[in-house]
Each structure stands twice: as structure tokens, then as C-alpha cells.
T-cell receptor, first 112, second 117 residues
Framework: NAGVTQTPKFRVLKTGQSMTLLCAQDMNHEYMYWYRQDPGMGLRLIHYSVGEGTTAKGEVPDGYNVSRLKKQNFLLGLESAAPSQTSVYFC???????????FGDGTRLSIL | GENVEQHPSTLSVQEGDSAVIKCTYSDSASNYFPWYKQELGKRPQLIIDIRSNVGEKKDQRIAVTLNKTAKHFSLHITETQPEDSAVYFCAASIFLGGGGQGFSFIFGKGTRLLVKP
């Protein structure tokens, strides 16, 4: 039981490049989330999903897109990376409402 | 928008002392309050949580208290040890719309706890 797995762990991009971050969970959780963590800012919700085939915007969605084609996977895409998107990205999942979120190990993304 | 305020931002205590971190929230509909511990370079990990129908919950050296009227909740760590050094985040549940199905948390900005041996 691996829990929540994120790939890649580190990545450096140039401004304007695109990439996809992958999150996979093996706990059969319905809810999945993408957060970004910046120094002094805590965790901010980018996008979330309440089930396979559904996605919705969180607090800071601009510049990101997501897809949840399979229940166990939640993809975060950056179409045209900007330096302001340099951050640590965490994926999380939860079984249902008012249940704790389980986090992945994070992806450290630097955009030059 | 809704928010969660967390204080203090940094806290330094001597080993064996107690540490208290306080959070206030704005959404009166929030009814679930988890606390996460994050060590340097690691993922946030749940350490304790409390629901709105409970005023206090304890787990060994860790306790959380909730005052729904005042909209604040606190984390108490007793007999602190150097391995308690980390960043602690409080969070409050929020419903994001979508017919009430959208659910997540608003996180505080974190408290860096340093326990000096």
C-alpha cells in the first residue's frame, strides 16, 4: 500500500515550457487535490476532484489545468510555465468529506 | 473569502516544556479541524483532528481543544522533545460548492516549532 505517489520529485523548466505532474493513490479515495506550498504561505488549493471524471477550481487555479480520467490518478498540467509557478506541489486524497487528507511526498518545481 | 489565522508563526521552547499553537477560522460552517506536522522536506502528516461535536481530544502528549462559539481551536503539546521540532499547520474544513460535494480545507500559514535540548 503505497498511499499517494507523486512523480516527478524534482523538475527544472524554462519559462514557456509545459509539463504534467502525476498523482496516483491506491486507497480508493474519491477526493483528490492539488496544492502549492510557498514559503510563509501555507498550502493553497489549486484544483480538486470529487470523483472520476470531475474537476473543479480551488483558490489559485490560474495557469494550471487538471484531469481525472481514472479514479486513482489526478494530473496537474502547466501549459506555459512562468517563474511565479516555482513552488512545491503536493497532491492529496481523502475518502470523503470531513475525512483527513493524505499527502504525497511533493514535487519541487523550479521555473527559470 | 474564508481564512484561517495561525499564531505564533515561530515558537521556541525548552525540551520538556509545553507548546501551544492557536488558530481562528472564519467559516461558521466549518466542522472538522485537522492538524498536520511537516518536517523539513517531507510531506504534511496528520497528527490529530477534532470534529465540531467535541470540545477536546487527546492522544498521548498531544491535545486539541475547540471553541466553536469563538471560532478558535488550539494544539497543545506537552513534555516536548527535540523530535517535535517541525512546522505545524492547522486547517478548517470548507465546502466549495458544486451542490455541497466540493470539500477541502483552508490551511493556516504554519508555526515553526523549535524544541531546544
Amino acid at each position: 500500500n503505497a498511499g499517494v505517489t507523486q512523480t516527478p520529485k524534482f523538475r527544472v523548466l524554462k519559462t514557456g515550457q509545459s509539463m504534467t505532474l502525476l498523482c496516483a493513490q491506491d486507497m480508493n479515495h474519491e477526493y483528490m487535490y492539488w496544492y502549492r506550498q510557498d514559503p510563509g504561505m501555507g498550502l493553497r488549493l489549486i484544483h480538486y476532484s470529487v470523483g472520476e471524471g470531475t474537476t473543479a477550481k480551488g483558490e489559485v487555479p490560474d495557469g494550471y489545468n487538471v484531469s481525472r480520467l481514472k479514479k486513482q490518478n489526478f494530473l496537474l498540467g502547466l501549459e506555459s510555465a512562468a517563474p511565479s509557478q516555482t513552488s512545491v506541489y503536493f497532491c492529496a486524497s481523502s475518502y470523503s468529506v470531513n475525512q483527513p487528507q493524505h499527502f504525497g511526498d511533493g514535487t519541487r518545481l523550479s521555473i527559470l | 473569502g474564508e481564512n484561517v489565522e495561525q499564531h505564533p508563526s515561530t515558537l521556541s521552547v525548552q525540551e520538556g516544556d509545553s507548546a501551544v499553537i492557536k488558530c481562528t477560522y472564519s467559516d461558521s460552517a466549518s466542522n472538522y479541524f485537522p492538524w498536520y506536522k511537516q518536517e523539513l522536506g517531507k510531506r504534511p502528516q496528520l497528527i490529530i483532528d477534532i470534529r465540531s461535536n467535541v470540545g477536546e481530544k487527546k492522544d498521548q502528549r498531544i491535545a486539541v481543544t475547540l471553541n466553536k462559539t469563538a471560532k478558535h481551536f488550539s494544539l497543545h503539546i506537552t513534555e516536548t522533545q527535540p523530535e517535535d521540532s517541525a512546522v505545524y499547520f492547522c486547517a478548517a474544513s470548507i465546502f466549495l460548492g458544486g451542490g455541497g460535494q466540493g470539500f477541502s480545507f483552508i490551511f493556516g500559514k504554519g508555526t515553526r516549532l523549535l524544541v531546544k535540548p
